[in-house]
Nanobody
């Protein structure tokens, strides 16, 4: 069992940056593969990025690769998403997810059972 609390969303102009944080409670954070997902109005929730238990492997959606960076600090039980060069199409609610399965596989990865409350990111032109 893990509980997730997100922060860091906000309003930013195109080309700007935001850093999202996800603070986890529980005793097994370091054992979970973690991920970020997002959902825009009228659209399905989509994968953004994931990271393995020790941070050794990261994967990104093609739409954010090269602009976003996912990291984790197991000592602080915290997951991060650094978002640079933001575009209006990045506007969405961003969700932290714990216990991602097969983070390393673009064809077979799935979301875990634990979600944060979501944090709104709005990118203006």
């Amino acid at each position: 069992q893990v509980q997730l609390i997100e922060s860091g969303g906000g309003l930013v102009q195109a080309g700007g940056s935001l850093r999202l944080s996800c603070a986890a409670s529980g005793r097994s954070f370091s054992s979970y593969e973690m991920g970020w997902f997002r959902q825009a109005p009228g659209k399905e929730r989509e994968f953004v990025a994931c990271i393995t238990w020790n941070g050794g492997t990261t994967n990104y959606a093609g739409s954010v690769k090269g602009r976003f960076t996912i990291t984790r600090d197991n000592a602080k039980n915290t997951l991060y998403l650094q978002m640079n060069s933001l575009k209006p199409e990045d506007t969405a609610v961003y969700y932290c997810n714990a216990d991602v399965r097969r983070c390393w596989s673009s064809s077979s990865r799935t979301a875990g059972d634990y979600w944060g409350q979501g944090t709104q990111v709005t990118v203006s032109t």
